[in-house]
């Protein structure tokens, strides 16, 4: 007895068609690769079957009339996720993810960090970041619980999930170790700085959401079990103290971000820090906004607490956790639901009237699609959908989709996130329509959704094949030319630009035998069509540059420069040399007419570059000039256009204050501007990664459209709803497989138009559940089901215009189940 094998090789597929070859005896057994029998057939010449059940060594086994064992033989299963339609519209969407997603890092798109002298692996050291790739990454790959162990083993004391884990190493995170250390938001354990941008409140339900998809991919109760005191003093946390929770409105609160972004308007009410600008929060002083996103967030992630311990047997800790995100659930919606959609924002202090530009009552923020697949009320999802489907018929001037961040953008009031239709303001977001998309197919808008990711995916091929995290949302015509008022800094110059500039004068960077910038050209300078006035040494005692340094003699610590009006813009010529861990080269901070201040910082591969060998690169900031001195022949500087935080407030003075970690700043020439120059915009954004996007449309095409939805963990009880009618595709293969374990659902649908009937042919590795296939828009209602030929109980449900037939499944067994429809 042998298997006559395809091309396919030596492993077998499910729902492969195999055929057993001179068998012996009456009888013949299947087995799964769990001892599961799936096929009893009669023996023959020449015996086909249909490969099903559980993953692994399957075995067929040859019995006798009397049911003796003659003769076995074994063979292996495995599966990996794919989709395969007719006309290629969702197999290309799904390759186009999976190579978004294994874009960086190793062959799964994983990152490696040594930690405790160990290595852990994720898909992005940002917990935010890591759970929604997970989504999509949990049908590839097996590394999504990683970083949970990781995040339990240093959760703080109170509960705090930490931001973040990168290596001390890595380059610019030492600034956000000296920006939050004083305020208990990082530490370094195991060669990891570990952050917490104190202004978010998504780090402790991205950690349960994490915990609970890893668990649900794996499996793995024990594992499951020990992480959930973690989970459970995370999500007490976000009830506690002042900064987090609002006594007021009985809900989750944070500093004034767009939707659920870290960084803070930069308005009247922005609290000043040393260090830590926009992101960090004080208790007594910031003022708060409820946000409905991070309640949303925060209730499923008590629903999924509740399902882990129930399973694990805490019935009533399971209990007290759903009725607690059952009433956040409530209460975010007497205070924020607006009849159409979740209102982005709801000032905890009622004295607090903010100056953005634009009727925030009107603002429809991206947190309203992740919301449809958060718990809301089918009515809720019904009338968010509704809108987004109203806001794609009136788009502004070559938007690529209405999956906007926030529309209609802020006109003001976030600094250098201000850019309107880039970014978090106003750019389309990928990942947001795959959130739309899935939330779409559960709440009977299927046709929405598919058209959504059809458009996804077209979007990609129109750019370079990758979905990535945002796009430009729109595009207006240019303004007016910019006019430039140089500004006079030659009263405060105080550093030469030669290694011998005059007696009492610091030479360039405190250098001696011909390393400094002589060459440097002065007077009226136009550098990128910018003029500049640069101090003439010649003309001013020896003196050129504006240097400040912490501990350097002869240095100033600060400079306050005198300036006046209403610009948008500041130009600088600048360089910085011996910049310490945090690459920082000084902090510049605007004083405003009414009192108020704001802090820029001053970072090497940003804003500046050294100035052996400069190189920098962006669309403001870039080299000023390059040259060569009696040492080396690649010396220059460095300009960068730097926006006004708040450009409606009079602008009184400009200090420059130097780190304390020793590096010596020079700014050589300082120009205001009307206005930030204009660029015109590509079509890709910048933002997130990539990855982020790619795997919550993934998640949509494989849990919305293709419809295997896991009811238990490792797809125990799963309920498979194709909704490929509403895609007007009439044939598709699908399998979709946990990377972390071998629980996996694999079908064949087909519409046969002109017999009016739906035929699915399913397997997979788990015990029961339910077939939901959608009816075409035309069926109303079903006639009959069959499984294997055999009459099949079937019922109807309705979810808005569409119509399901539904069916009890047993996936282990391989059936063919036919839908006939009127």
Request: aromatic share 10%; with cysteine.
């Amino acid at each position: 007895m042998h298997l006559s094998r395809s091309a396919s090789g030596w492993s077998a597929e499910p729902l492969m068609e195999l055929t057993i070859v001179a068998a012996p005896g009456a009888v013949l057994v299947v087995r799964d690769g769990q001892g599961r029998e799936y096929q009893r057939l009669p023996a023959a010449s020449e015996v086909r079957f249909l490969v099903g059940g559980s993953l692994g060594t399957h075995l067929i086994e040859a019995y006798d009339g009397a049911g003796h064992a003659l003769e076995r033989l074994t063979f292996l299963v495995d599966a990996r996720s794919a989709v395969d339609d007719e006309h290629g519209t969702y197999r290309d969407l799904f390759a186009r993810c999976v190579a978004t997603l294994r874009c960086e890092g190793g062959a799964d798109g994983e990152g490696t960090q040594q930690w405790r002298g160990k290595p852990y692996r994720y898909y992005c050291p940002w917990i935010l970041d890591h759970s929604h790739m997970a989504k999509g990454q949990q049908y590839l790959s097996g590394y999504a619980g990683e970083i949970v162990d990781v995040l339990r083993a240093v959760q703080r004391a109170d509960g705090l999930i930490w931001s973040f884990g990168f290596q001390t190493k890595a380059p610019g995170y030492g600034y956000h170790y000296w920006a939050y250390k004083d305020h208990g938001y990082a530490i370094v354990d195991g060669g990891i700085l570990f952050a917490r941008q104190a202004v978010e409140q998504h780090c402790e339900y991205n950690f349960v959401d994490t915990l609970h998809l890893a668990w649900k991919g794996s499996g793995d109760d024990a594992w499951m079990a020990a992480n959930l005191p973690a989970a459970q003093k995370a999500l007490d946390f976000n009830l506690s103290g002042p900064g987090r929770y609002s006594e007021r409105f009985q809900l989750l609160k944070r500093g004034c971000t767009i939707d659920s972004w870290d960084f803070q308007a930069r308005d009247r009410y922005l609290v000043s820090f040393p260090l830590g600008g926009d992101m960090l929060i004080d208790p007594e002083r910031t003022k708060f906004v409820i946000f409905f996103g991070d309640n949303h967030g925060y209730a499923q992630a008590c629903d999924q607490l509740a399902e882990m311990l129930a399973h694990t047997g805490h019935a009533d800790a399971a209990a007290a956790y759903r009725s607690r995100g059952a009433e956040i659930r409530d209460r975010t919606a007497t205070l924020t639901w607006n009849g159409a959609f979740f209102q982005h924002h709801v000032e905890e202090d009622p004295t607090v009237v903010r100056d953005f530009g634009v009727d925030e009552s009107t603002q429809l923020v991206m947190s309203n699609a992740y919301a449809l697949n958060r718990g809301i009320s089918h009515a809720q999802a019904v009338a968010i959908l509704t809108t987004y489907q109203e806001l794609k018929g009136r788009l502004p001037n070559r938007s690529p989709g209405e999956w906007y961040a926030i529309h209609p953008p802020f006109e003001r009031g976030f600094g250098s996130h201000n850019d309107k239709w880039q970014y978090m303001n106003g750019g389309v977001q990928a990942h947001m329509a795959g959130e739309l998309a899935r939330g779409a197919c559960e709440h009977g808008f299927e046709a929405y959704g598919a058209d959504i990711l059809a458009r996804v995916s077209a979007l990609a091929a129109r750019t370079d094949q990758r979905i990535h995290f945002c796009y430009t949302g729109a595009w207006e015509p240019p303004p007016p030319a910019q006019r430039f008022t140089p500004v006079a800094l030659a009263a405060l110059a105080n550093m030469g630009l030669g290694d011998a500039p005059a007696p009492g004068v610091p030479s360039w960077m405190d250098e001696r035998g011909g390393n400094d910038l002589r060459g440097l050209p002065t007077g009226s300078q136009r550098i990128q069509g910018v003029p500049y006035q640069i101090t003439d040494p010649a003309s001013h005692g020896g003196r050129c540059a504006v240097a400040v340094s912490h501990d350097r003699p002869g240095f100033s610590r600060q400079v306050v420069i005198p300036v006046s009006g209403t610009p948008q813009a500041i130009y600088l010529v600048h360089t910085a040399n011996a910049v310490g861990p945090s690459q920082l080269g000084a902090s510049l901070h605007f004083g405003y007419g009414d009192g108020s201040r704001r802090i820029l910082y001053l970072r090497q591969g940003v804003h500046f570059s050294g100035w052996w060998f400069p190189s920098l690169g962006g669309a403001d900031a870039g080299i000023a000039w390059q040259g060569a001195n009696g040492v080396v022949g690649d010396v220059g500087v460095s300009w960068a256009c730097i926006a006004n935080p708040q450009p409606a407030v009079p602008l009184t003075s400009l200090t420059l204050v130097a780190t304390e970690e020793g590096a010596i700043y020079a700014l050589l020439a300082l120009t205001l501007s009307d206005r930030m120059p204009y660029h015109e915009a590509g079509p890709i954004s910048t933002g997130g990664p990539d990855q982020w996007s790619a795997g919550l449309c993934l998640h949509a095409l494989i849990e919305g459209l293709a419809g295997i939805k896991d009811l238990d963990c490792a797809y125990h009880q799963v309920r498979v709803s194709p909704r490929w009618s509403a895609a007007g595709v009439e044939a598709v293969a699908v399998t979709a497989r946990y990377g972390a374990g071998t629980g996996y659902v694999s079908y064949r649908y087909r519409h046969q138009a002109a017999s009016r009937t739906l035929t699915v042919t399913l397997t997979g590795s788990g015990e029961g559940g339910q077939l939901r296939i959608l009816l075409p828009g035309a069926a109303t209602r079903v006639d009959a089901a069959s499984c294997d030929g055999h009459p099949l109980a079937v019922s109807e449900e309705r979810v808005e215009q569409s119509l399901y037939a539904v069916l009890a499944i047993l996936p282990r067994r391989p059936s063919r189940l036919v839908v006939s429809y009127r």
